[in-house]
């Protein structure tokens, strides 16, 4: 009799753990993503304002579970899924399976201005990421030339006021102003300006209003301009028009909004406003008890009413929990139990010395916070030569105002 076959479709978090899971179970298990590499997205921000390389915070999906005997990667476009059949179809043919995890992740959102994209790039992959450092050195080597008028060259608009917005408004302001400071002659640190529009009344809305308003004063003093309360009407070449003023620029960075994968709609679920798929407790989707859902790609309630945000905890604790419910049923278990959210907190960079963190009751600030949440990020690293090398570089970059990554490519 033919094993049974697990097929996962992403490499994030939530995929590569339902992997790992399974490992040495009697079960074939196809792991697919089109690219071949996992990402700790949290700090690709770091990438974008090169504080670190693309390898600093990228692996080979074969190097974390290629050797596993029963798992099988493939680099590859899911184009589609047919539950009838039970049928994933990418661009080099189709895979039947037994269980289906499918955790694909989220992409930008810009809220029905699709044209909007080409002008404010998001940042969810190493490409994203390498494509906004070379468009921000790239400002600063044309002021520096005196390539027309630089006060749109060292202009800087992040739009969004999450944790992505506020960790990227604030390392370009660092990058200008400290990482900078002396390697040019002709351009000063002053003559940089960088915006951060958040449509809502504070930052991190997710936070307590205590850290928002510590994020907003520690921007401030970082230099940042900060508008609170305002949508962005107008993207444009060259330009972003808030509150009826319009701000030129050559650098705009998306980070306000996110939606799922388009391929959870070939799910044929129900789907949220922002296309995450409408999950039973036990992950997987309605009338399909084998058919899971997981991470950013998911909508499911906590125990506050809320959906669980999208971070990386929530995916790799469902990737555990998913892996659980196919080995029990694996063995003749039906019965599941309710998948329970473990909120560890929440953290954000602001800057050098300058963080954010909340844990339950407890709400830190400032030195303590920046360190907890570097020792956290680097934790969740794939491999131990990687977390050291970051730990080396952040201390470099910590000591020196310095950054090894300003490459050009």
């Known amino acids: 009799m033919a094993r049974s076959r697990v097929v996962i479709v ?13 490992d040495k ?34 692996a080979p999906i074969r190097a974390i579970v290629g050797r596993q005997k029963n798992t099988t990667v493939l680099m590859a476009e899911v184009n589609s899924i047919d539950l009838e059949s039970k049928k994933v179809v990418h661009d080099s043919g189709e895979l039947n399976f037994d269980f289906l995890v499918v955790a694909t992740g989220a992409t930008h959102s810009y809220f029905g201005k699709d044209d909007w994209e080409k002008h404010a790039p998001g940042l969810k992959s190493l490409a994203d990421a390498t494509s906004i450092r070379s468009r921000v050195l790239g400002s600063f080597e044309a002021a520096e030339r005196g390539d027309g008028d630089t006060g749109p060259l060292l202009t800087f608009v992040v739009i969004g006021g999450g944790p992505t917005g506020v960790e990227m408004a604030g390392a370009i302001a660092e990058l200008g102003r400290l990482a900078l400071k002396g390697d040019f002659q002709r351009i ?42 305002h949508a962005v009407e107008e993207i444009g070449e060259g330009f972003v028009k808030v509150n009826g003023q319009i701000l030129h620029t050559s650098n705009i960075v998306w980070a306000a909004g996110v939606r799922a994968n388009p391929l959870v709609a070939s799910l044929g679920t129900e789907v949220d ?99 907890a949440w570097l020792f956290v990020h680097v934790w969740y690293l794939i491999d131990f030569d990687r977390k050291l090398i970051v730990l080396l570089q952040w201390a470099w970059a910590y000591f020196t105002h310095r950054r090894r990554a300003r490459l050009i490519t």
């Open 10 to 22: 992403g490499g994030g978090f939530g995929g590569l753990r339902v992997a790992k899971e399974l």
């Open 273 to 371: 406003r922002a296309g995450r798929a409408m999950v039973q407790p036990d992950c997987s989707i309605p009338g399909h008890s084998n058919v899971f859902v997981v991470g950013d790609a998911m909508h499911l309630a906590g125990p506050d009413g809320k959906p669980l945000p999208g971070v990386s905890p929530v995916a790799m604790q469902q990737g555990k929990y998913v892996a659980g419910l196919i080995k029990a049923e694996l063995a003749g278990k039906i019965e599941r139990t309710p998948f329970a959210y473990w909120d560890k907190g929440s953290m954000a960079t602001i800057g050098r010395k300058r963080a954010v963190a909340q844990v339950g009751n407890i709400r830190l600030t400032g030195f303590i916070a920046w360190v």
């Open 188 to 229: 000063r640190p002053e003559a940089l300006k960088v915006v951060l529009i958040e449509a809502g009344p504070r930052l991190l809305g997710a936070f307590d209003p205590s850290l928002s308003d510590y994020a907003k004063r520690s921007l401030e003093e970082m230099g940042v301009e900060v508008q609170l309360g």
């Open 25 to 58: 179970i009697d079960v074939d298990v196809v792991l697919i993503d089109r690219t071949n590499h996992h990402l700790f997205q949290p700090l690709l921000y770091q990438v974008a304002t090169a504080g670190l390389s693309p390898s600093d915070i990228a």
